[in-house]
Structure formats: structure tokens, C-alpha cells
């Protein structure tokens, strides 16, 4: 009798327990093993696709070009970009835009090595030219520029920018992104397209700065008698003609989205207001014209192309609490700050 007792027992168990234990086995944070599975293979996919293609070690040595000397040297990235950083933004910026212009500079350097098509041939990667790449300048030469009780602590500034963000660059849908950057944006940055021309890039859209009027760069204004104005364009455009007689002799035509000058009319011509910026050598395209008595007044707004991260911006948006990220992500759309 106990030992159909038994065998009953051991029926029950294997009917009807063992289901139940092996469901529950197979349930992980209300989740079935297959559902689990499932999202970690999809999880390591989306990794696959994020993954950076660029490896740091790549980049630690480049050869600067000096065009005043033809000279080229071979030093670590990083020892580079300390030269990059201390001459194109005033140390006295906040950290927090010291460190977006390091990490933008890195890009814009990874990007100009990997995308130049021998701009410098074989002899470089990249020069010390900021019409041509980014501004230079060497610790020495730098130092020498700065008063002596501020020349350590704006030098230990520029290297804890650079080395606290060692390897961080900017990214759009896992490529790294051609990071251009200005000194003030006039309040709107540019895309780059009314620049330049040609294709546009989806993470360099035109986008809001505010407190950029608070620095010096934001405003600004060229005088030209009449006569300047007119030896100045004739200069390019040997049929320019102009009658300072008529009311619209100088017009305004069009403005791109940021508020500055598609188009400008001056005499017969019809002028971008990117070329009129070059011509007049004016500090934006973001321009008001007004013809008093013999002069011509060009009120400006801004300084530089407008195109990417507005440097005057970033410093405004670092003092009110924005940290570099934070900044990175406000002036180039739909990026992300990964590590190389």
C-alpha cells in the first residue's frame, strides 16, 4: 500500500509540479527567457551600430604644418590641441566652454585628418592657418601673450580642458562630424549652406544663442565714404556700377533663415551677403546698410560664418549652468559626445 502511495506521489509531482517549475524557471523580471533574450540580442545590435570607427591611437601623433615657415612638426594630439584651444578661445571663458571648445576642436581635427583628401598632401595633416584649419599657437609664444599673474592659472585652464576630456569627440549617427565653430553667432547661429553652398549637413542647423550681447564680438561697424565703397567692389566686379543719386542705389533684398543677408543690391549688381561680409570686410553677413551724407554705414551683428558652436554662446550658456555636453548638443542637432 505505501508503495502505490509513493508511485501516486511521484505521478502528481511529474503531471503537475513539474510545468509549473519549469514555467517559473523561464520568467526573469516578468519577463520570458525568450522575451529576455530577445532584447539583448537587440541591445547588442543597436551597440554594433554605435560603435565609433576611429581609434585614438591613430591620431596620437599628427604632423602640424607652420605656413609662416613651411615647417612641419610632429607632436601628440593632445599637446596639439592645447595650442588649438589657447588661441582660439580667451582663457578667461568658463571651464565648461573650455571644455566643448576641446572636445570640438578634437573633431574637428579627426575629421579633417580622415576627410581632407590630401588638403596638405603628404607632407601634413593639418595646419596652423585658421582660414585654411584651426588657429595655433605654441605654449611659449602663448604664455608670452598673457600677463604674468594670470599666464599659470589660464595655462593650467586650457590643459585640465583638453586632458579632462581626452579621447571625447562628436558624432552623428556614428560618424564623427565636421565640427565648425565662430565666435558669435549675433544671436542665431547659420547653416552652413548659405554659407558655402553645396550639401547641407543635418547636424548643423541654425539654432537660438542668447546672451551673446553681453560680449564685444556682438556688434560692430565698417564707415566707407562712398568712393571706398565702390573701389572696394569694383575690385572683383570691374562692370560695377553705382548711383548714390537713387533712393534704392543699395537694398536689402533677402534674408536666410538666422536673419542675415541671402542677398544685398548695390548699384547694378546683386550680391550674396556672404560676399559683401569679404568684400567690406565686415565681422558677419548679419548687416544693416543706412547711406549718410558722403559715407556708407554697415551696422553688423555677430562675428565669424555663423556656422556651428557659437564660442561667445557656449561660454553664455556655461555661465548659466550648462555643462559641456549640454553645449555640444545645443549648437550641433542630434549629436552625441562619445569616446573614441
Same mark, same amino acid.
Given at each position: ?122 607632407? !601634413? ?53 565636421? !565640427? ?25 542647423? =541654425? ?22 565703397? &565702390?573701389?572696394?567692389?569694383? &575690385?572683383?566686379? =570691374? ?32 550680391? =550674396? ?9 565686415? &565681422? ?37 549652468? =550648462? ?18
Amino acid at each position: 500500500m505505501k508503495r502505490i502511495f509513493i508511485i501516486l506521489l511521484i505521478f502528481i509531482f511529474t503531471v503537475f509540479a513539474l510545468p509549473i517549475i519549469f514555467t517559473n524557471t523561464n520568467i526573469v523580471n516578468g519577463k520570458s527567457a525568450e522575451k529576455v533574450n530577445q532584447e539583448n540580442i537587440i541591445k547588442n545590435e543597436e551597440q554594433q551600430v554605435n560603435k565609433i570607427d576611429y581609434n585614438y591611437k591613430q591620431y596620437d601623433k599628427i604632423r602640424l604644418l607652420h605656413t609662416k615657415t613651411n615647417e612641419v612638426e610632429e607632436l601628440p594630439l593632445d599637446e596639439y590641441l592645447l595650442g588649438v584651444v589657447s588661441s582660439e578661445m580667451p582663457a578667461d571663458f568658463h571651464e565648461e566652454a573650455l571644455n566643448a571648445q576641446a572636445v570640438v576642436a578634437r573633431t574637428y581635427t579627426i575629421y579633417s585628418i580622415s576627410n581632407s583628401g590630401g588638403k596638405h598632401g603628404d607632407v !601634413a595633416d593639418i595646419c596652423d592657418d585658421s582660414n585654411c584649419c584651426q588657429a595655433w599657437i605654441s605654449k611659449e609664444d602663448r604664455l608670452a601673450k598673457w600677463d604674468e599673474n594670470v599666464r599659470d592659472s589660464n595655462w593650467k585652464k586650457i590643459e585640465m580642458a583638453v586632458y579632462n576630456t581626452a579621447g571625447k569627440i562628436i558624432t552623428y549617427n556614428g560618424k564623427v562630424i565636421d !565640427a565648425f565653430f565662430h565666435s558669435n553667432s549675433g544671436g542665431a547661429t547659420e547653416a552652413p549652406v548659405n554659407v558655402w553652398g553645396g550639401t547641407d549637413y543635418p547636424y548643423l542647423q =541654425s539654432v537660438q544663442t542668447s546672451g551673446e550681447d553681453a560680449y564685444s564680438q556682438y556688434s560692430s561697424e565698417v564707415i566707407l565714404t562712398k568712393e571706398e565703397l &565702390k573701389d572696394k567692389i569694383i &575690385k572683383k566686379h =570691374s562692370d560695377f556700377t553705382i548711383d548714390y543719386s537713387q533712393p534704392d542705389c543699395i537694398k536689402i533684398l533677402e534674408y536666410t533663415e538666422s536673419g542675415r543677408v541671402r542677398t544685398v543690391k548695390i548699384g547694378n549688381l546683386n550680391l =550674396s551677403g556672404v560676399e559683401v561680409r569679404t568684400l567690406l570686410g565686415l &565681422k558677419s553677413a548679419n548687416f544693416s546698410v543706412q547711406i549718410e551724407g558722403d559715407n556708407v554705414k554697415f551696422s553688423v551683428k555677430g562675428y565669424g560664418h555663423g556656422v556651428g558652436m557659437s564660442q561667445t554662446g557656449a561660454d553664455s550658456m556655461a555661465k548659466a549652468g =550648462s555643462n559641456y555636453i549640454d553645449i555640444i548638443k545645443h549648437f550641433y542637432t542630434g549629436v552625441e559626445v562619445v569616446d573614441m
